[in-house]
């Protein structure tokens, strides 16, 4: 007997703002509760059950949430799966499937909305428009005044016609969601990945303890150190507002110093400037209260649940290019780094909230405060956080994928990329690039190169890497370019086969295989779709919707295709060449090999509590080693026969960068 399909949407209420605290906090509210359960059994009529005003889900309903037999669809379906276990219906993970994560796998948006849209869906498939505003009516509280007789809930039987209207939408969501999947259907969605979407939904759900004592105390000092910082700033200008860009604007020019604007990297390039001392400090105080990062310690606090854990911290296939993970909530992703060596000694005296203490030992407190974001992530109690990660990863895989076999051998013998590669660019043995030679210079020339032109990118690449300040000059940038291009003319060859091969599937529509990859055309009659897809080594596809061939602004043809825009947020075309696909593709393997350690690290029973870039966070019992782990991370991998791969780690009893 086949399988049956469950679709589901759910509307419910909890005090709590989801966006800023996430699921997890939201549905843990005691005042939260599931208003509306709307469904479809296999092509049956939509059904919404009104449980806030006493109808109640029936028995058969109840058990086909239990039944392995019946498969359970929503978009984002975490949602729904974690609210109705919070609620009471019990209902397992393994047997839910996500919409919106096969959507984002093809190559779509995540908004329910926004993808129907990007779809074509016609109109009485959309999702309703007025949606936003009934959740705002019925879902969150309201302000209590005399014309609403002082209630902090509006209720089903507050304005009827809008609970009639709601319920509607309610219903039309899986519609919406119905019609996703129906075309989503033709591209399916590996096995593999469903499973990796419920470790993320799993390792979401348990989180991560974070040190309240150290996020209280950093808020303290935060606001501490502002109210000095803004004081000075007061005696120092007259100004009214020194936090105004307009008034400090017009302070500076009157003290001798014009700039446009006082953004964040303007400040940081004036700061290092010779001007009269009270424009140098002003400059160092806009510097320090222009220090974000303590929005993190209240990013945490706002998520952190009743038990002392933030959940929700990653979003699988957030990045939809390449399937890498995302950060949410407190952005994982680009946390500040950390250089303090008395890392201890901070957070004692963050945690005693000593703002004169720290200001004594340290000087600059918003970076202290900066430096120390990581270390309020701590491990379960009676545990350790081991941590690892990948050592140059996407340098490993261009080389394996290319056949670049000088760097092939160089990973699998002494591993030292930097010097290899300024020993191949300038022609020297490489013994000789060490500390105490003179060729030593060379290491950094060869460091930020592997690290910058691996995609097709030129001097401005170097730039962006920060060439200029390791002391190289602009008038040396091009050479480099060239020395490397030189000593990797493999990896050179792969940029312009990924590209052909692109363009030879558009033009062709027969697939094109080359190292290890297949790119075709796929599409759909029935309703229009069409991607260019690229199979990779593990087997998972990268898609690109609506492809199509034109030239860019360079005059020269190009693969053109539908993304969000990184700016706009909207739908719209985007184009792409050989580098820039490269660069997908190697990214995209560097995450199936992350992949491949998240299995294995959970095959081993072991709780990994959220993921960075290739790095991985694992709140451990104190018996397991780093090595251990390093070990999982080196095993080779069945899809990639001679990928070489190496993890480094450590152990803390807090999260922080080695």
């Known amino acids: 007997m086949g399988k049956k399909h469950l679709s589901i949407d759910i509307e419910t209420k909890s005090s709590i703002d989801i966006g800023k605290a996430g699921l997890y906090k939201y549905a843990q509210s005691p005042d939260f509760e599931v208003l509306l359960f709307a469904y479809q059994l296999g092509t049956l009529p939509v059904r919404v059950i009104d449980l806030a005003q006493g109808e109640t889900i029936p028995e058969w309903l109840l058990n086909a949430l239990r039944d392995p037999r019946v498969v359970k669809h929503a978009y984002n379906a975490a949602f729904e799966w974690y609210c109705l276990n919070r609620a009471g219906y019990v209902t397992p993970l393994e047997q839910w499937r996500c919409t919106m994560a096969h959507g984002l796998y093809c190559g779509y948006t995540a908004g329910l909305d926004a993808t129907g849209k990007a779809m074509g869906l016609p109109q009485d498939k959309r999702k309703m ?3 936003k505003a009934l959740i705002r009516y019925f879902c969150t509280p309201c302000k209590p005044t005399r014309a609403n007789g002082g209630r902090t809930w509006n209720l089903p039987h507050h304005a009827p016609d809008k609970w009639e209207l709601f319920k509607e939408y309610c219903g039309q969501d899986v519609v919406t969601e119905r019609e996703i999947l129906r075309r989503l259907s033709q591209f399916p969605m590996p096995e593999e990945e469903e499973r990796l979407w419920q470790m993320d939904v799993r390792m979401n759900a348990y989180g991560v303890r974070v040190d309240e004592d150290l996020i209280k105390g950093a808020l303290r000092i935060d606001q501490a150190c502002r109210n000095e910082l803004i004081d000075e700033a007061v005696r120092i200008t007259g100004v009214d507002n020194p936090n105004s860009t307009v008034q400090l604007l017009e302070w500076l020019s009157g003290n001798g110093l014009e700039t446009d604007n006082l953004r964040k990297d303007t400040v940081a390039e004036l700061v290092k400037g010779d001007y009269p001392a009270r424009v140098q400090r002003m ?10 990062s303590v929005k993190k310690y209240v990013a945490m606090e706002t998520a952190r649940c009743e038990d002392g854990r933030v959940r929700g911290l990653t979003q699988y296939y957030g990045a939809n290019r390449t399937g890498r993970w995302a950060g949410r909530l407190v952005q994982m992703q680009n946390l500040p780094r950390n250089y303090l060596k ?23 407190v918003p970076d202290t405060l900066s430096q120390l974001i ?7 109690e009676g545990h350790k956080f081991v941590v690892a990660d990948f050592s140059a990863i996407e340098a490993r895989v261009i080389a394996w994928l290319a056949g670049e076999q000088w760097v092939n051998e160089v990973f699998a013998t002494h591993g030292k990329i930097y010097e290899a590669t300024a020993a191949q660019m300038f022609h020297v043995p490489v013994e000789k690039i060490a500390k105490g030679n003179p060729e030593y210079g060379l290491r950094q020339k060869g460091k930020v190169a592997t690290l910058a032109l691996g995609y097709q990118g030129g001097t401005n690449a170097l730039i962006a890497m920060g060439a200029l300040n390791m002391g190289l000059t602009e008038e040396e940038l091009p050479d480099i370019v060239q020395r490397w291009r030189g000593a990797n003319r493999r990896i050179c060859d792969l940029w312009y086969a990924v590209e052909e091969a692109a363009l030879a599937a558009m033009k062709t529509a027969k697939p094109q295989a080359i190292h290890g990859l297949i790119f075709a055309q796929e599409g759909d009659l029935v309703y229009g779709q069409c991607f260019l897809t690229i199979r990779l080594p593990s087997g998972r596809k990268l898609y690109y919707p609506k492809p199509f061939l034109q030239e860019n602004r360079f005059g020269k043809m190009a693969v053109h295709y539908y ?4 700016q706009t947020r909207k739908w719209e075309v985007d184009s792409t060449y050989g580098g820039k696909m490269t660069e997908n593709i190697v990214q ?3 995450r199936d090999c992350l992949a491949e350690t998240l ?3 959970d095959r081993r029973g072991l709780q990994v509590v959220f993921h960075v870039h290739d790095e991985v966070i694992i709140d451990a019992p104190m018996d397991v080693s780093v090595d251990e782990v390093c070990g999982l991370m080196a095993e080779p991998i069945p899809w990639a026969p001679g990928l070489i791969l190496k993890g480094a780690g450590f152990e803390s009893s807090y999260y922080m960068k080695d």
Not at 285 to 291: D, E, N, S
Not at 342 to 363: C, F, H, M, P, S
């Open 342 to 364: 008395t890392l201890d000694e901070a957070r004692k005296i963050v945690k005693a909230q000593n703002y004169e203490g720290l200001k004594l030992i340290y000087g600059n």
């Open 588 to 590: 995209a393997i560097a």
């Open 563 to 566: 993304s969000v825009g990184q």
């Open 374 to 380: 990581r270390t309020a992530f701590i491990p379960s």
């Open 283 to 292: 400059l160092e105080i806009r510097q320090q209260l222009g220090k974000t």
């Open 129 to 131: 428009a007025v949606g």
């Open 599 to 601: 299995k294995r690290i």
